[in-house]
């Protein structure tokens, strides 16, 4: 006789474009539901794998020194692991004794790991219990517009994500790309033509550095 293996139905994991999946937590700023979480606003939210470790503690307090720079950018921060909320709250309060650094934004309790599953950040190759260091992009009309992830040796670029962040927004101002390394006050790419007169045009316009027909940027 063989015996029938059940197996846990697949969770597929959020794409860039997909609406970020709602959810109702605990946090250390009491309880929240993404679908009425930052009104108006964009959601940086990351994941980190454990409370009172060295590399996370690093990271939590790179996100509270440059609140301010979120908050200039109409964004909210998000952080999650898979502690207790009771964890959280010794973790917060052990940084701002240690360093003074406050860790004022929420942190997502997700003892039962029902979010980290729906946002695929459990990763069974590099942990089954800890969260990997994911990043999500959310803007205010709650569809995830970037994903990062990190193993969990790895901390992220605080530079990184705030430049991410502010590339979306002046994208979406402007509806322009980005070229490499793009940061603010940097030229931007506009949208190539897409007929034979927007192609004259483009030919004849001096407002633009073009590089090629297809490839012109212009300050904003």
């Known amino acids: 006789m063989y015996e029938t293996l059940v197996q846990e139905p697949l969770v597929s994991m959020p794409r860039i474009g997909d609406q970020a999946p709602d959810f109702e ?13 930052a009104k108006g606003k964009w959601t940086v939210m990351f994941s980190h794998p454990a409370d009172f470790t060295p590399v996370c503690t690093t990271e939590m307090s790179g996100f509270a020194i440059r609140k301010n720079e979120f908050d200039a950018l109409n964004t909210e921060l998000l952080g999650l ?12 309060q052990n940084v701002r004794e240690s360093t003074g650094v406050y ?12 979010v980290s599953k729906r946002y695929g950040m459990l990763q069974p190759n590099e942990s089954e219990t800890s969260a990997v260091r994911a990043v999500f992009f959310i803007d205010p009309t709650k569809k995830i517009r970037l994903i990062m992830y990190y193993p969990l040796n790895v901390g992220r670029n ?10 979306l927004q002046t994208s979406d101002k402007y509806k322009v790309a980005m070229p490499l390394d793009w940061k603010r006050g940097d030229k ?33």
């Open 25 to 37: 937590a605990l946090t250390t700023k009491g309880k929240i539901k993404m679908s009425d979480f």
């Open 81 to 92: 692991s898979i502690d207790s909320v009771h964890a959280h709250l010794g973790w917060v």
């Open 103 to 114: 860790f004022d934004f929420p942190i997502i309790a997700d003892i039962d790991m029902k």
């Open 158 to 167: 605080m530079d990184e994500i705030l430049r991410a962040l502010d590339a």
């Open 188 to 220: 931007v790419i506009v949208p190539p033509p897409k007929t034979l007169d927007e192609l004259n045009a483009r030919i004849a316009d001096d407002t633009l550095e073009k590089v090629e027909w297809y490839l012109a940027k212009k300050e904003i």
